[in-house]
């Protein structure tokens, strides 16, 4: 029994001297959500990002790239996209913007060399997503879209490990 006892307390005193720390955090949806969810959840890293405005309107559609590959487009192509290209080493370490009846109508990303890129209209309310750990960056984007424009937007955050063994 004083050996179990022993024992516990050795796990017990290891759990508080050495605690996990938490890297991942989540800022959630701004908007109305309704519609069908999204995620753009994928390997590595973000590396581009595409959006797509209905002139004067709403956010259409996000695309983003990772590793050099872009993924599914989320929700709706119209007209020419706004885009950027992150350079090696940079990522994005806020994301702003408005949303209103029905649809997301503005949205911004910062990168951690001070580039932004604004796309859409400074109407409704405003949201500002950030991290809450140091050293983390924008992971993934989730939110819902109703086949037309993007109806809410959420942002997932991790520290980008480059260690292929361990899963972030």
């Keep these: 029994m004083l050996h179990v006892i022993l024992v516990l307390a050795g796990v017990c005193t290891g759990g508080i001297a050495m605690p996990l720390p938490d890297f991942y955090s989540y800022s959630p949806e701004a908007g ?21 405005e209905y002139p004067s309107e709403y956010i259409a559609g996000i695309q983003l790239q990772y590793n050099g590959n872009w993924t599914d487009l989320i929700c709706a192509i119209y007209g020419t996209p706004m885009e950027m290209t992150l350079s090696d080493n940079e990522y994005i370490m806020e994301v702003a913007g408005k949303y209103g009846p029905g649809y997301v109508y503005e949205i911004m990303f910062v990168t951690s060399r001070g580039r932004s890129l604004k796309v859409g209209q400074p109407y409704g309310t405003s949201f500002n997503f950030f991290p809450t750990h140091d050293g983390s960056e924008l992971r993934l984007l989730s ?11 959420g942002a997932h955050w991790a520290v980008y490990n480059t260690d292929s063994s361990v899963t972030p």
Excluded: C, L, Q
Aim: net charge neutral.
């Design 143 to 153: 939110g819902r879209h109703n086949g037309y424009g993007i109806t809410s937007i």
């Design 32 to 52: 109305d959500g309704s519609g069908v969810m999204y995620s753009s959840e994928n390997d590595g890293r973000i590396t581009g990002i595409r959006v797509w």
